[in-house]
């Protein structure tokens, strides 16, 4: 019960930072286009988001599952680029690599809606672009945190779909 709680918690205040930086709480278009499309909504999101298909990676043959969904810029264990390969590939899963450079508070509101999904992992990557999220088939390229448009893309997932994999390399 106490972990229900916690949960809302986290969604509630996930939302409210939406709102507080002028994101929308309603659902932005999914469809893939080369322009920046601001969140739908009354207020048009401060980020601008670029979402384009791309091509999955291939098969991987030495990987570890993650042992959790958020790593923070100090962490030691960061999954491998062939484990998050196989995250992609085998597990439908999607990957967020974002800047370190972000605002402590975009850092945060990342991480409550990392915890809050499933099959989602991220981590620190290269400075530009702020965030780069990716399933196998598209991937999404922001200049800053954009929860809803983050969901989007995690809604475009296939859940049911994950391939028989075996044992980790």
């Given at each position: ?113 990392t915890y809050l999904q499933t099959a989602t992992v991220a981590l620190p990557g290269p400075d530009t672009p702020a965030v780069r999220a990716v399933i196998a088939s ?32």
């Amino acid at each position: 019960m106490r972990q229900a709680l916690a949960r809302v918690a986290l969604a509630v205040t996930s939302l409210a930072f939406c709102a507080a930086c002028g994101g929308a709480t309603s659902a932005a278009p999914s469809a893939a286009s080369s322009a920046a499309v601001p969140a739908a909504g009354t207020a048009e999101s401060p980020v601008t988001c670029d979402l384009r298909p791309r091509t999955a990676p291939g098969e991987t043959t030495s990987w570890t599952h993650p042992a959790k969904s958020f790593y923070d810029p100090s962490d030691e264990d960061i999954p491998s680029r062939t484990s998050l390969d196989h995250l992609l590939v085998k597990d439908d899963a999607l990957v967020i690599e974002y800047s370190a450079r972000l605002p402590e508070a975009s850092l945060k509101a990342l991480r409550e809606w990392t915890y809050l999904q499933t099959a989602t992992v991220a981590l620190p990557g290269p400075d530009t672009p702020a965030v780069r999220a990716v399933i196998a088939s598209t991937e999404l390229v922001c200049d800053g945190v954009d929860t809803v448009r983050l969901s989007d893309l995690a809604r475009d997932r296939t859940f049911g779909q994950v391939a028989d994999h075996g044992e980790a390399g």
